[in-house]
């Protein structure tokens, strides 16, 4: 009976609600939304509403601007000229829920704009793109690469063009390999880590990926445009590693999101971002690293042309190489996905910070608008509590607001019992700011605002301790014969999309290189606790398939002890993941790939396909991001979206 109703909630959910023509609150908004919306000529063949230009950008090269920045240079696109903005329209579909777990006006997200398919990425190929004579663009022939490395030397002043070392490691540090690595690796030799980074670089630097400060800067500054010797301070640059691996088949749709990827966070900023294929080299046809012609041969043979001059190439061979005091099965990418990102972070330090991106996730909404706004929000936060609303899911319709009754909500639940700095444990040397005061109590929440957070994740910061999840116990290292392993505090993040800072990268590098490690959804979470750096959960909009109320929500989702989402009864454990299969946000989860196929006009789950929209008009999203997003592709009549958890 249980499940009868259930399938009727999401029956109701599934009904009247995503079609474009029955917007509503297309007015409401504040001033400041508002003035990123502009209305040109913009009519469509397929609704009567009209979209608007959306440039959710900083006013590039006004007075503000200029007050503070270098000149900003607009950068050339796949078509030859300067790059475009989406549209978007103005209002939300009639009855779409609320999300259950986070929010727009927290996060400063405009929750009542609608994205469709044609008008958010007809210009990555959804539709036919014509170049700036007419022809149509030959999508292979893009060179990606190019296009960011010419984007970031027109706005060099900008930027540093090179980053500092990293200042936790010691390079006299014995890097003998462990036992472990010889039997597994009976050539394995004694090399540093600069020893290693020089080979690797030879083929991560290539033509169109070469260091900053090896680039001739004559002539860059000949352009008078490109400089401004008044500039106050660099901007941050942001790597995003998409996350692929040898044998993957790009399709249509993974090439449209990595051309909106490239196009809005990289070439439409001047640079502020830069995307790479990061692609695990899985194959033993031969070794990569023996020449330059058998690594290119390789990228030629696993990487559509498209996309090979944005690709970077690890294996496991160089992971085991780098980090000998590790064992083996703590560097297979299953336990060691970050070891690869932290000697990406090593080559490049020009980047302050780096996003690791799922390739199965999809931003429905602007890539820019909302990488900013996860920043901005982990700025904007105090370190006071964070750690304890950070292992919360943020439900509005339970808690009420985030800066006021959250927060006040989570301190009666813990008490004293409060993270303040780092911990004190022997096996680690904190590498944070100390607190500014012994008690957090006289800190008026002021500690940490406006320092940018080491990490962001987008689902709550859970202590895995006696959670029931599978990877909890993961530990290696950390430990003399005082402290075993099993009291080292951990942190972890179901879905490791997320943003690192340098600092924090760093500090993972240096104790992997001591043997200290941790699983992968808890490496950068567990590091940043225990060397009191700031981790923060941003709550984006998470929406369900049925009508849970925010009780019920707290109650099977922040379950925990004193209301966390971890521990004794986490959602997280073995055997409990079910609760997540009707959200948009986890590992398992049946809406995300069902609404994006119907959001691509494919049939799924009865909504979408051609005679759908012909009687009901095109489906439009609010700004959301999914998870998981696999096969995109048209649909058979009558397809429904399934996802098996492993236990069923």
């Not at 490691?169 to 050539?187: H, R, T």
């Not at 490690?517 to 998470?542: D, F, I, N, R």
Request: net charge neutral.
């Amino acid at each position: 009976r249980k499940e009868l109703a259930l399938q009727a909630q999401r029956q109701l959910f599934e009904k009247d609600w995503r079609d474009l023509e029955n917007l509503t609150d297309r007015d409401t908004r504040k001033p400041s939304h508002e003035a990123k919306l502009t209305l040109g000529d913009n009519s469509t063949s397929f609704t009567k509403e009209r979209p608007a230009i959306y440039n959710p950008y900083p006013k590039y090269n006004s007075k503000e601007w200029l007050a503070t920045h270098a000149l900003y240079v607009p950068c050339i696109g796949a078509t030859g000229d300067e790059v475009e903005d989406i549209k978007v329209f103005r209002g939300r579909p009639r009855n779409f829920p609320d999300p259950g777990f986070g929010s727009y006006s927290t996060l400063g997200l405009d929750r009542n704009l609608c994205f469709e398919r044609e008008t958010r990425m007809g210009q990555y190929g959804v539709n036919p793109v014509m170049d700036k004579d007419g022809q149509p663009v030959n999508w292979d022939k893009v060179n990606w690469g190019e296009l960011q490395s010419k984007c970031v030397d027109q706005n060099q002043a900008r930027f540093a063009t090179s980053g500092p070392p990293n200042a936790y490691v010691d390079e006299e540090e014995d890097s003998e390999p462990s036992p472990d690595l010889k039997k597994y690796d009976e050539s394995a030799e004694k090399q540093t880590p600069k020893d290693l980074l020089a080979t690797f670089r030879r083929f991560w630097r290539g033509p169109d990926a070469r260091p900053l400060r090896s680039r001739s800067i004559k002539g860059v500054f000949e352009n008078k445009r490109a400089y401004n010797s008044t500039v106050k301070a660099r901007e941050a640059r942001t790597a995003i590693l998409l996350r692929s691996y040898t044998g993957k088949e790009y399709n249509d749709n993974d090439k449209q999101a990595i051309r909106s990827l490239i196009t809005e966070l990289s070439l439409r900023t001047g640079g502020e971002y830069q995307v790479f294929l990061f692609v695990h080299y899985r194959e033993d046809e031969f070794d990569i690293w023996a020449s330059e012609d058998l690594y290119r041969q390789a990228i030629e043979k696993h990487v559509p042309e498209e996309l090979r001059s944005i690709t970077i190439l690890w294996t496991e061979g160089a992971v085991d190489k780098m980090y000998p005091k590790l064992t083996v099965k703590a560097r297979k990418v299953h336990n060691g996905q970050f070891l690869p990102v932290q000697m990406f972070m090593q080559e490049f330090r020009e980047f302050d910070y780096v996003w690791n991106w799922e390739m199965d996730s999809r931003v429905v909404g602007h890539h820019y608008n909302v990488l900013n706004k996860l920043a901005e929000f982990g700025r904007k936060q105090p370190r006071r509590g964070l750690w304890e609303r950070n292992e919360r899911f943020y439900i509005p319709s339970y808690y009420g607001g985030f800066e006021s009754k959250f927060r006040q909500t989570v301190e009666r639940q813990v008490g004293d019992e409060t993270i303040w700095g780092a911990p004190k444990l022997p096996v680690v040397n904190p590498v944070g700011p100390k607190p500014p005061v012994e008690n957090p109590k006289d800190d008026n929440y002021k500690w940490g605002v406006g320092e940018e957070a080491d990490l962001i994740t987008l689902a709550p910061i859970f202590n895995p301790v006696n959670s029931g999840w599978i990877m909890r116990n993961q530990v290696w290292g950390y430990r003399n014969l005082n402290f075993p392993w099993g009291k080292l505090p951990r942190r972890a993040t179901i879905i490791t999309q997320v943003r690192a800072s340098r600092r924090l990268i760093d500090v993972m590098h240096a104790e992997d290189l001591r043997g200290n490690h941790v699983a992968s959804e808890m490496v950068s979470q567990t590091t940043a606790l225990l060397h009191g750096l700031k981790a923060v959960y941003a709550p984006m909009p998470v929406y369900f398939d049925r009508a849970w109320s925010g009780s019920q929500l707290a109650k099977w989702f922040n379950g925990g002890p004193k209301g966390q989402s971890g521990s004794f009864g986490s959602a997280m454990g073995w055997g409990q993941e079910g609760r997540y299969l009707g959200s948009t946000w986890y590992y398992r989860a049946i809406p995300p790939q069902r609404l994006y196929n119907n959001w691509m006009g494919y049939e799924d789950t009865g909504i979408g396909g051609p005679e759908w929209e012909q009687k009901h008009g095109r489906t439009c999203l609010p700004s959301m991001i999914l998870h998981p997003i696999k096969e995109v592709k048209p649909t058979e009549k009558g397809y429904s979206t399934d996802s098996k958890l492993p236990y069923d």
